[in-house]
Nanobody
Framework: QAQLVESGGGSVQAGGSLRLSCVAS????????MGWFRQTPGKEREGVAS????????YYADSVKGRFTISLDAATKTLHLQMNSLVLEDTAMYYC????????????????????WGQGTQVTVSS
């Protein structure tokens, strides 16, 4: 059964780093559009970064540009999110998501454009 399995979350002090991973387990192909979203209680899920596998194009939310890097290990079908210089506002549940259509990613797409989701991994940044 195909599923997205996230890992790598945890607690870190402000200024620290974490690396999130999302394995497309059971997939027989590499989803063309894969992304990371995050959500805090009472707020809508927001896009953080996305990557189009066929082109390598990436998108980042303004709040994480220059600090986060999204990458894909095609051999293991694993999507990574390297998060550096973490700030308190980065505290959230982080979700991996993919489009089921094979379409590419587009800048600033909302969550409803993505069809499949992982269970999430918690990131907590403290002062």
């Amino acid at each position: 059964q195909a599923q997205l399995v996230e890992s790598g979350g945890g607690s870190v002090q402000a200024g620290g780093s974490l690396r999130l991973s999302c394995v497309a387990s059971g997939y027989t192909y590499i989803p063309n559009c894969m992304g990371w979203f995050r959500q805090t209680p009472g707020k809508e899920r927001e896009g953080v970064a996305s990557l189009t596998a066929t082109s390598g194009d990436t998108y980042y939310a303004d709040s994480v540009k220059g600090r986060f890097t999204i990458s894909l290990d095609a051999a293991t079908k694993t999507l990574h999110l390297q998060m550096n210089s973490l700030v308190l506002e980065d505290t959230a549940m982080y979700y991996c998501a993919v489009k089921g259509s094979g379409a590419r990613c587009y800048t600033g797409e909302p969550q409803y454009e993505y069809n499949f989701w992982g269970q999430g991994t918690q990131v907590t940044v403290s002062s």
